[in-house]
């Protein structure tokens, strides 16, 4: 029986601009369970970093805030804690990993005093029991010669190795939730791989849950337990990963799938979705889709339409089902 | 590192020798004979002309800068005309008054300037930045000796609240503790008029610097660690922001000397300035060439100073 | 598709503005209209341009006449700002002065953006030997105290109001050479020039067409704090004597009537009002600078 880790119910968050607040997250909620992973999927744009940063309380300053939502980790509502409760909770708790692993380090700290930060923060190590500890993590992580590449400098380490630091950083407090955003864009193909795996085992090992954003549904594939489609702030398809790829439902999702070169035998050409995503102030009326869909309806312009449960497990925002 | 700095000193060689060429034209196209005031003008005629011979006087251009360059290297820059005594000495005399002006000047700026800096960049837009902000506007757009003048007005002669001028009391006889204070009395005054421009352009060029660290991806990494928000603004941020700082501020030692001559001429400061600019007036341009040159050597090592400096600090630099 | 045609479209996209029609300098000039320091900097500059330019009309007397009756007179309502140490209306000279002041801070400058742009552009583009040899005469030029030289110079060629110009001129390139060695050096390698390449353009081409209208930006707006710069070093030298001569008045050469230390604590007007116009004439020059640097920097998105 598994427990839930962490519920977001209804996060609206908005960002300050010259024209007015403009709305970001518009009634975002999930659910992880302990020890799985959620993939967040969607194009750039929909939302799904600005999931991540609303639940480490991490939103652009001073323009974003968190409109209005909850966000229940262990039963405690995140958006209602003060910031120094927050700063126990990060990289402690819930860890964080980004897209640019060239830029993530801070160039002027050894990679060890890095590590060792975390570790001095939150589990009060000092000494030779901090750096023992960085060694090993390190090593967790498969970076070889741990015990040199402790006292050197982040511009030193080529890409993948930045990233796999970034990971032992994350984990060497023992997170309970790890957030990876996009963690293997940036990277080489055949890195991406490696640092996947690496993602997986510790996951399996040290029982952490991991919330996985990424636009590229070959990942969500290796990755998730389940997933849930973002489109223009909202959650448009959430289920399990298994059903999302026998049977997608939303228009959206079944495009994304089409649009992959895995599916050109099975749909004869390279389809894309046509059209862009709108921008966030110019937001269709009724179904934020209903400008590129194929299947689009009368109604898909008018209202907007909830996300339901269809089917066990399987969650749809869409007039088609409805 | 090693690889870098040697660099730089190679680098430094032909700069040197342009400073000195530089020089040497100078002391060529000023009117006037310069080899006369190259000789001790207390010998006799005789040797005079043995001297001339041996500085060069009969030989070619090259050879006379070759010559020239040997003397000057051995700390021999000729003789002053009104002072009639080695240009060596006089500078002497006067370098350190105009050292203790301008390195006080950049203390006092750096002191204030940087920590104002550092908050205004994490207050951004609030009361303080703002005020901040036009006061080092006009810190910037004012003429040095325009603020010495309005000091010595407002504050030295209507207030009495310090000396007018010079840089001890003429007259008293003070000692020990009663001389420093004597000092430091004369000393407020011009010392803040040129640490003030240098003050409004450090604050503004430490915010920004600032600023630009603040938005780095490192730093929301810091945060994502649950660091307190003072640690990652004062050592993360801070550290990455301060490198290029030290820089401009071993630089700004070109922009402190060039305003010292005009704030020692505003109050009369017996330094370098006042020696170079009643030089010019005399027309005794042996001590205004070879100050020139000892003027420029200074700002040549501040600005190797501050290329070793930044090597130094920055990682990046230090181990590749 | 042939390289050429890949070329010629890269080239279209050179000339091409953004889809929505407005040109990253339309961007910039909205950006600077909504900067209250800028604009209010500008409104200044104009209005003493216009100062400058209309001298004769706003003012009543004659700039260089002699009075010895009414020498060291109090501002009154004959003298709005009193009369100096020849009986000269202190008010007529001080906006004949803007006159100077704003001419050598723009030919100055004029003179130093034409020979930095040149060679900080050459240097940067065409690299190597050329390029060392430019950088380590910037270097040397870099370690005079400007003042210093100029106080020298001035010294031995005497003072003169072209000599001033040009000597400024040819202190202050190596800033601007510097900034658009940079500039060009990081344009050097994006894909534009490459197409121009492509395209069989010669480096003196590439160099004027292509790369230093991408520069503009950092040069216009270092040519305007260059000109604040030229103000405030013209005050300076015309205040040490070695400036503008006399008769003709500039805000530095009035401003050395104070070295005499009774004009400086009791005849407040001959000083204080020349002081205050550079102070004044800067600060615009740098609020608007500033804001322009703002305007033009692509990193800051409103």
């Known amino acids: 029986m598994s427990e839930t880790l962490i519920k977001v119910k209804n996060l609206v968050t908005s960002f300050k601009s010259s024209e007015g607040p403009i709305r970001v997250l518009d009634g975002v909620s999930f659910s992880i369970d302990k020890g799985k992973v959620l993939g967040i999927v969607g194009e750039s744009g929909c939302g799904k970093s600005i999931t991540s940063l609303s639940i480490m309380r991490l939103l652009p300053q001073p323009n974003g805030y968190i409109e209005s939502g909850e966000i229940l980790y262990n039963g405690v509502d995140l958006t209602k804690l003060s910031s120094s409760e927050m700063e126990a909770l990060r990289g402690n708790d819930i860890s964080m990993i980004f897209q640019e692993p060239m830029t993530a380090l801070n160039p002027v700290f050894s990679i060890g005093s890095q590590i060792g930060e975390v570790l001095e923060v939150h589990k009060r190590l000092k000494g030779r029991e901090r750096r023992e500890k960085t060694i090993e993590m390190l090593k967790l992580v498969g970076i070889p010669r741990p015990d040199k590449i402790v006292d050197e400098y982040p511009h030193q380490l080529s890409g993948g190795m930045r990233q796999r630091v970034m990971i032992a950083m994350a984990l060497s407090c023992d997170p309970k939730l790890l957030i990876a955003d ?42 998730a337990d389940e997933v849930a489609v973002m489109y223009l702030g909202r959650i448009v398809e959430y289920t399990t990963v298994d059903d999302i790829f026998e049977n997608p439902m939303h228009p959206y999702t079944m495009g994304l799938l089409c649009a992959r070169l895995v599916n050109v035998k099975k749909c004869d050409k390279l389809t894309c979705i046509p059209g862009m995503v709108p921008t966030l102030n110019n937001r269709p009326k009724g179904c934020a889709f209903s400008t590129r869909c ?13 996300l339901k449960q269809i089917k066990p497990n399987h969650k749809v925002r869409c007039w088609l089902y409805s | 590192m090693r690889k870098y700095i040697t660099k730089r000193l190679l680098l430094m060689i032909p700069v040197l020798l342009g400073i000195s060429i530089v020089i040497f034209s100078l002391i060529n196209i000023a009117p006037g004979d310069p080899f006369s005031s190259m000789i001790d003008p207390n010998i006799t005629a005789s040797d005079k002309q043995n001297m001339l011979e041996s500085i060069g006087y009969y030989d070619t251009l090259p050879v006379k800068y070759v010559k020239w360059l040997g003397r000057a290297a051995h700390g021999d820059l000729g003789y002053s005309i009104r002072y009639k005594e080695p240009v060596t000495d006089v500078i002497m005399r006067n370098i350190g008054n105009t050292m203790l002006l301008s390195l006080s000047a950049l203390l006092l700026s750096v002191l204030i300037a940087v920590p104002i800096g ?11 930045d703002y005020v901040i902000t036009v006061f080092s506007f006009i810190g910037l757009s004012i003429p040095v000796f325009f603020l010495g003048m309005l000091m010595i007005k407002f504050l030295a002669f209507d207030m009495n609240l310090f000396p007018i001028s010079g840089m001890v009391t003429v007259g008293a006889d003070y000692s020990g503790i009663q001389k420093f204070f004597d000092l430091i009395q004369h000393m407020i005054l011009p010392v803040t008029a040129l640490g003030m421009i240098n003050m409004a352009s450090l604050m503004r060029y430490t915010r920004s610097s600032m600023l630009e660290v603040i938005t780095q991806d490192y730093i929301r990494t810091a945060r994502a660690k649950g660091l307190k928000e003072r640690r990652v603004i004062y050592k ?23 305003g010292a001559l005009l704030t020692e001429t505003v109050f009369s400061w017996p330094g370098m300035g006042t020696l170079i600019y009643q030089a010019i007036l005399n027309r005794d341009y042996p001590l205004v060439t070879s100050s020139t040159m000892v003027l420029a050597m200074f700002i040549l090592f501040s600005n190797l100073l501050a290329d070793i400096l930044y090597a130094f600090l920055d990682p990046r630099i230090k181990f590749n | 598709m042939s390289v050429i045609n890949e070329a010629t479209d890269k080239k279209a996209i050179l000339n091409k503005k953004n889809s929505s029609g407005i040109s990253p300098w339309q961007i910039a000039v909205k950006k600077l209209k909504k900067n209250k320091l800028a604009m209010f900097g500008l ?29 060291y007179e109090a501002p009154s309502f004959n003298h709005w700002l009193g009369t100096d140490e020849l009986g000269r209306d202190v008010y007529t000279r001080l906006v004949y002065g803007t006159r100077i002041s704003l001419s050598v801070g723009i030919v ?25 040899i430019i950088m380590r005469i910037v270097d040397i030029f870099m370690c005079f105290p400007f003042y210093l030289i100029a106080i020298v110079v001035a010294g031995i060629f005497g003072p003169s109001l072209l000599i001033l110009m040009a000597i ?5 390139w190596p800033k601007i050479a510097r900034i658009v060695r940079a500039e060009v050096l990081t344009l050097k390698h994006r894909e534009f020039v490459e197409a121009s390449r492509a395209l069989g353009l010669n480096s003196r ?29 013209e005050a300076g030298l015309s205040y040490l004597g070695l400036g503008v001569k006399q008769p003709i008045p500039s805000w530095g050469n009035m401003l050395s009537a104070a070295q005499n230390f009774s004009v400086l604590v009791s005849q407040w007007w001959l000083w204080i009002p020349p002081g205050i116009m550079v102070l004044f004439t800067v600060l615009s020059i740098n609020f608007f600078g500033d804001g322009l640097r703002d305007a033009l920097d692509p990193k800051i998105i409103q």
């Open chain 3, 168 to 172: 400024m001129g040819i202190l202050s």
């Open chain 3, 108 to 132: 100055s400058t004029a003179v130093s953006v034409i020979i930095g742009v040149i060679l900080g552009a050459v240097g940067g583009y065409l690299g190597g030997i050329v390029d060392a």
């Open chain 2, 118 to 128: 550092v908050i205004s960049a994490t207050h951004k837009y609030s009361l303080f």
């Open chain 1, 182 to 223: 996009e963690p293997t864009t940036a990277l080489d193909v055949t890195i991406q791989v490696q640092i996947l795996e690496l993602i997986k085992s510790l996951k399996d090992n040290l029982n952490t849950s991991v919330m996985f954003i990424t636009h590229d549904l070959g990942v969500i594939a290796e990755m």
């Open chain 2, 236 to 258: 993360h941020a801070l550290k990455n922001a301060l490198i290029p700082v030290v820089t401009v501020i071993c630089m700004s030692m070109g922009y402190l000397l060039s």
């Open chain 3, 43 to 71: 409104f200044i500059l104009g209005v003493l341009a216009l100062a400058a330019i209309f001298a004769p009309l706003i003012t009543s007397y004659d700039r260089d006449l002699i009075n010895m009756a009414k020498i």
């Open chain 1, 294 to 306: 194929t299947k689009c309806m009368d109604i898909c312009k008018e209202e907007m339409p909830e």
């Open chain 3, 205 to 233: 081409k590439i160099i004027f067409k292509h790369i230093i209208p991408n520069t503009m930006a950092p040069i216009i707006v270092y040519a305007t704090l260059g000109i604040a710069q030229g103000i405030l070093s």
